[in-house]
Every structure is written in C-alpha cells, then in structure tokens.
C-alpha cells in the first residue's frame, strides 16, 4: 500500500521554516506582548543596577531600604541586587540582555546562583559562553528555565575550572546539618527547618514521598512517622557519570560538588551502559532500560514549555503514537510529566520532535513554540568534557543502600514496584534502615 506522506511534507516545511528564523518566544514578532517582556525586563534591570550599593554600605541597611523602595521581600531584593551585581561582571551578557531585553531578574538570579564565588579570570571566559547560551537557536524557542541555566554553568565550571570548584567546595563549610528552627506559627501550626546539600534534600524528599504513597498519607504524616520509626521507605535514585568516574549529577538535584559525588560513589549498585542507546531502535511500545535512561538523561525535566518537574518523575511518551507508526527509539520519546501528558494524549496541543531533541509544541491558536532538552546528556556540542566522555561510555548508576549499622531489618519491598499497603507497618527497623535505599 502507498502511504501518504504529504502531511509529514508540510509539517517538515514548517519545522524548517521555524529552524530557519531563530528568536525566543517572549519576544517573538507574532508575540503581542513582546514590547511589555522587553519593556519590563529592561526597566527592571535598569532600578535594580541603580540600586547596586556600594562596596562598604553596610548590607542590611541597603536590603531594607532597596525592599521598602521596590515593596519586595527582603529575599528577592538581595538575589536581584546579587544577579544584578554578577551580570556587572559580565559585559558581553550584560550588552547582550540591555539590547535585548530578553532576560528578567529571575533569570539573572539564576546565573549569580550558578556563578557565585567564580573568579574574575573564569568570568571572563564564561560570558561569550553564556551569551551564546541565551542566543535562541530555534523560532519561537522558549528561554531557559532554572534547570537549564544552573545545568549549563556547572557543566561550564566543571570544564574550564575543575580545580577551582574543588577548591572552593573544600573551602566551604560545611552545611548545618544540626542547625534545626523550629518556629511557632500563631494559627498554632508550627514550621522546622534544617539546613541541608542539594543531594540531601532531594533524597529526604524522595524518601517521604515514597512513604506517603506506601502508607497512603500526607507527606507530613510520612515524615512524622520515619521519625517515630512507624515505618521504612525504599528509594532508587538515578546518578550521571563518566563509566570509571564518580557520578556527577542527580536528577532532581542536578550537578553535585565533589564530596557529594564521592559519597554518591560508594553507594552505586547497579550501572547502565549507554552507548548506542540514543540510536537504538525497538520493535515493542516499551523502550528498553538503557532507552529509557538515554532518554531522562537528554531531557532532564518534563519537556512541555516552562514545566520543571524532573524527568525522573515524568512518564515517557511516544511524540508519534506508537499505535499510528511511531518508533521506539530516542529520537520519538520524551519526558512529559502526567499533567501534560494528559494535555498531549487529549489532544490539545501537538508535538513534533526533531532528531537533535528538540520539540515544537503547536496550540490550538495556531501558536508554537519549541522547548530544547536540558539534562546531562543534553547538547554534547555546547559541553566538551561530558561530551567527550559521554559519547564513549555512557553510564547510568543506581545507588545502593548504607550498609546498616545495627543488624538488619526486616528486608522493605522495592520502593518504585511495592504498593501502598492499608495498614500501617510498625517495625523495629533503626533509622537508617528506614530510609534503605
Ligand atoms: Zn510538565
């Protein structure tokens, strides 16, 4: 039979209409607001440059005075005055941004986050890098999110200036682990909090999260009830990293200092090899495990516009169905999150996927924007050393437990395939084994 490819035809001549006229999507010339984007963005950037203070202000005095002036928190009036500060230091970035006006101060936040503590000499270095970053490469492609910006400087840092980093991190104190606030609300409710790394946190979160779902309570009563030792949880958590190296990244927490990477080392228990799995190609629905790891690896977050829900929460979905042809391979799957996608599956949007990753997302007013993959193994091109040692050995790890101090449990069921049981599960597991991995 003689298939019908003129859709595919159009749809093609579009997609390489769109590639061939790149701009970012809040200022796009079909964008009706774009002039409010721009206009807001630079005027922001204008008040918050002008209220940079000088080096011997006293700091407090300045936040209180910026944050009655500009009637925002003090949290937001120091990240802006920060962001504000660190683009300063990087000329080209900040030509770049006036002229555009394409960058608002959450955005620049997010650069001083990544950059803070960089010295001048890498700045230097790093601000062609991060003009190029913020130059779209699409039509209508939709900015950077946090994810993004935060993985594309470490993955920046970690190349030019793995020393300095190093350096640095070992300079660090070291987090307040026993630093806990426990503060009285006066609804009676009442907050604690504790200061935690990254990595830390994310496998505190994921830990609750797995006990919510067993036990079938709120994420309050889990914590509560690991604290009570009501209970245990069983987590996997996926890292990055070159095959003989340490794991370098974690989805949800994103690129690791060094001692982190070194403890992550000591707790992998499986790998996965990934070479030739962005090419693979499977008959059946379900992509193989190295497919699907090749896969969250690219995407690193759900790839819907704006959406930052981790790919390692996300389902993995056919962009061509595979029930209409599509293929099972890398260069037709991505990382959508339940919410949209449903929102594809229903068919209010569209999506269409180019073979470097890149996805066009098409509403149902004729707009479109195209959204680019930001995980660790996402454009090799614009990451030399991953790029390098990724495209040879790809590797996917998963941790292991710590082994117990006291003597073992009962063994827990595998956290991702147990189901939430409807009793509550007493047991005299220590703390640790609770929180078994
Ligand atoms: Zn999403």
Redesign the pocket.
Same mark, same amino acid.
């Given at each position: 039979m003689r298939r019908d490819y003129s859709a595919f035809d159009r749809l093609a001549a579009e997609i390489r209409e769109f590639l061939d006229h790149p701009e970012w999507a809040c200022l796009g010339s079909d964008n009706p607001y774009a002039e409010h984007v721009r206009g807001i963005n630079l005027a922001a950037l204008e008040m918050w440059r002008g209220l940079l203070p000088k080096d011997d202000n006293d700091i407090d005095t300045v936040l209180q005075i910026a944050a009655t002036m500009t009637a925002e928190t003090l949290g937001r009036t120091r990240r802006y005055l920060h962001a504000a500060a660190t683009l300063e230091e990087l000329p080209q970035l900040l030509h770049q941004v006036r002229a555009r006006g394409h960058l608002n101060m959450e955005r620049l936040s997010f650069v001083h986050a990544g950059l803070a503590g960089v010295p001048k000499e890498i700045l230097e270095r790093l601000d062609p890098l991060l003009c190029e970053f913020f130059t779209a490469t699409e039509k209508r492609q939709v900015l950077p999110g946090e994810t993004a910006i935060k993985n594309f400087i470490r993955a920046q840092l970690l190349d030019l200036c793995p020393e300095v980093l190093e350096k640095q991190e070992e300079e660090k104190p070291a987090p307040e682990t026993d630093a806990v606030r426990v503060r009285a609300n006066a609804d009676g409710s009442g907050r604690i909090n504790i200061s935690l790394t990254h990595d830390e946190a994310h496998e505190l979160h994921k830990i609750i999260q797995s006990v919510a779902r067993k036990e079938e309570v709120s994420a309050k009563e889990a914590l509560l009830m690991l604290a009570r030792k009501q209970t245990k949880a069983k987590i996997v958590l996926t890292l990055w990293g070159p095959q003989h190296g340490e794991p370098e990244y974690l989805h949800g927490a994103g690129f690791m200092k060094k001692s982190s990477q070194l403890l992550w080392k000591d707790r992998i228990t499986h790998t996965l090899d990934l070479r030739g799995a962005d090419s693979a190609v499977r008959e059946a629905y379900d992509p193989t495990p190295e497919q699907a790891a090749y896969v969250r690896g690219r995407d690193g977050? #759900? +790839?819907?516009p704006g959406?930052?829900?981790s790919a390692e929460e996300?389902d993995l979905d056919h962009v061509i169905e595979y029930d209409l042809g599509g293929v099972t391979t890398a260069s037709n799957l991505q990382c959508? #999150? +339940?919410?949209?996608?449903n929102q594809k599956s229903d068919g209010r949007i569209r999506v269409f996927m180019h073979h470097r990753g890149t996805c066009q997302w098409f509403y149902p007013n004729g707009r479109m924007v195209s959204t680019q993959p930001c995980g660790p193994l996402a454009a090799p091109a614009k990451r030399p050393r991953w790029g390098r040692e990724w495209r040879s050995t790809r590797t996917r790890m998963e941790m292991r437990p710590k082994p117990p101090k006291k003597k073992p449990g009962p063994k827990g069921g595998a956290a991702r395939k147990s189901k939430p049981k409807s009793s509550r599960n007493a047991s005299s597991a220590s703390p640790r084994e609770r929180s078994n991995r």
């Open positions: 977050t #759900c +790839r819907a959406c930052q829900v996300c959508l #999150c +339940r919410k949209h996608h």
